[in-house]
T-cell receptor, first 112, second 114 residues
Framework: DQQVKQNSPSLSVQEGRISILNCDYTNSMFDYFLWYKKYPAEGPTFLIS?????DKNEDGRFTVFLNKSAKHLSLHIVPSQPGDSAVYFC???????????FGGGTRLMVKP | GAVVSQHPSWVICKSGTSVKIECRSLDFQATTMFWYRQFPKQSLMLMATSNEGSKATYEQGVEKDKFLINHASLTLSTLTVTSAHPEDSSFYIC??????????FGDGTRLSIL
C-alpha cells in the first residue's frame, strides 16, 4: 500500500514556464512533508519542506503548497530552468522528518 | 555544508561476495541515520534506521543478518551486504538526520552482483 503517491511519472515543461509537481498521501498521521531532487547515480538533494501547520512555504523559485483536507501537496517551480531537469521525490513523515516515506518520483524535463 | 560521503559509488562483484558500503558525514554529526535501497524505476525504500551505538531497526522484509549495519560513531556508518546474490543488485543510499535539519543523503552506491 503506497502511502505517498506521485501519479505523474514524467512532466515536460518549456523553459521559463511554471512546473507543477503533485503528490498525494493517505496517512493522516503525516505532519511534515519534503521535496527532494535527484540526478541519476546521485543521492537525493533536499529542496524544500512544509509542516502541516502551514499551507504554503516559499524559497526562491520553489513553492510548496499543502492541502491537508485533500491530503495533497504540490511543488511549483517558476520560472523553470533546464538545470531543473531531474527526478523529484516528495516525502512524508509523521515525526518532523525522521522516518521518511517517499513517493515514486516524477521526472521533470525542462526544454530550452 | 551538510556533506555526506558514500563509498564506493559503484561495485561489481561475483555472487557470494560480501560488500561493505561506507557512509560518512563530513561537516556535521548525527545520532540517527538511515539506509535506503532503490530498484530501477522505483522509489527509495527504507531498509533500516540506525542510532549511534545501538542496534539498527530493520524494516519488514529486510534481513538483518544479510544487511549488517555498523553505526559506531556520529559521523560514520557502514552497510555490509553479506553473501550478495544477483537479486541484491540495487542502488543503496545512506542518509544522516542532523538535529533540526532534514535528512542529508549520500550519493549512493550502485551494487551489481554477477
Amino acid at each position: 500500500d503506497q502511502q505517498v503517491k506521485q501519479n505523474s511519472p514524467s512532466l515536460s515543461v518549456q523553459e521559463g514556464r511554471i512546473s507543477i509537481l503533485n503528490c498525494d498521501y493517505t496517512n493522516s498521521m503525516f505532519d511534515y512533508f519534503l521535496w527532494y531532487k535527484k540526478y541519476p547515480a546521485e543521492g537525493p538533494t533536499f529542496l524544500i519542506s512544509i509542516s502541516s501547520i502551514k499551507d504554503k512555504n516559499e524559497d526562491g523559485r520553489f513553492t510548496v503548497f499543502l492541502n491537508k483536507s485533500a491530503k495533497h501537496l504540490s511543488l511549483h517551480i517558476v520560472p523553470s530552468q533546464p538545470g531543473d531537469s531531474a527526478v523529484y521525490f516528495c516525502a512524508a513523515s509523521g515525526n518532523a522528518g525522521n522516518m521518511l516515506t517517499f513517493g515514486g518520483g516524477t521526472r521533470l524535463m525542462v526544454k530550452p | 555544508g551538510a556533506v555526506v560521503s558514500q563509498h564506493p559509488s559503484w561495485v561489481i562483484c561475483k555472487s557470494g561476495t560480501s560488500v561493505k558500503i561506507e557512509c560518512r558525514s563530513l561537516d556535521f554529526q548525527a545520532t540517527t541515520m538511515f539506509w535506503y535501497r532503490q530498484f530501477p524505476k522505483q522509489s527509495l525504500m527504507l531498509m533500516a534506521t540506525s542510532n549511534e551505538g545501538s542496534k539498527a531497526t530493520y524494516e519488514q522484509g529486510v534481513e538483518k543478518d544479510k544487511f549488517l549495519i555498523n553505526h559506531a560513531s556520529l559521523t560514520l556508518s557502514t552497510l555490509t551486504v553479506t553473501s550478495a546474490h544477483p537479486e541484491d543488485s540495487s542502488f543503496y543510499i545512506c542518509s544522516f538526520l542532523p538535529t533540526n535539519q532534514p535528512q542529508h543523503f549520500g550519493d549512493g552506491t550502485r551494487l551489481s552482483i554477477l
